[in-house]
């Protein structure tokens, strides 16, 4: 079984914008065909509302820049199930965000790690790497 590994929503940005931004480590994960690297709905969900708000700037369409980015890894999309939705209630409030609250979620639930430079992770029952 491969291993399995949840991008936040950032980590997915930069490996397509500024790849610097990611640590080596990260870097290596989405070349590796032996891993899978998943991205959820609610990151593609948080992109759309940055763009429509003017807080993200992309090169193009938010449609072809999610397909273009995908492309350079073998991404599957996770989709947001009823389950992932619910189990938000029962996380603790250590991350205001509701976006990462679904990723934690979405990481407990599917016993996958976090891609993510984000330390408010590490209050979960989740792993994040970096």
């Known amino acids: 079984?491969?291993?399995?590994?949840?991008?936040?929503?950032h980590t997915f940005l930069w490996s397509a914008i500024?790849?610097?931004k990611l640590?080596?480590?990260?870097k290596k994960l989405l070349?590796?065909?032996?891993?899978?690297i998943y991205l959820s709905v609610a990151s593609l969900w948080e992109i759309s509302?940055?763009?429509?708000?003017?807080?993200?700037?992309?090169?193009?369409?938010?449609?072809e820049f999610v397909t273009r980015a995908a492309a350079g890894i073998a991404l599957e999309v996770l989709p947001i199930t009823a389950a992932v939705a619910i189990e938000v209630e029962y996380l603790p409030p250590f991350h205001s965000d509701p976006f990462d609250r679904l990723l934690v979620?979405?990481?407990?639930?599917?016993?996958?790690?976090i891609l993510s430079s984000d330390k408010h992770f590490d209050s979960y029952d989740v792993i994040r790497v970096w």
């Open 1 to 9: 079984m491969k291993d399995s590994y949840l991008a936040d929503t």
């Open 31 to 36: 070349i590796d065909k032996e891993v899978q």
């Open 49 to 63: 509302i940055k763009r429509s708000t003017g807080k993200l700037t992309l090169p193009t369409t938010t449609r």
């Open 105 to 113: 979620a979405q990481a407990k639930l599917l016993s996958i790690n």
């Open 18 to 20: 500024d790849p610097t």
């Open 23 to 26: 640590s080596a480590k990260v």
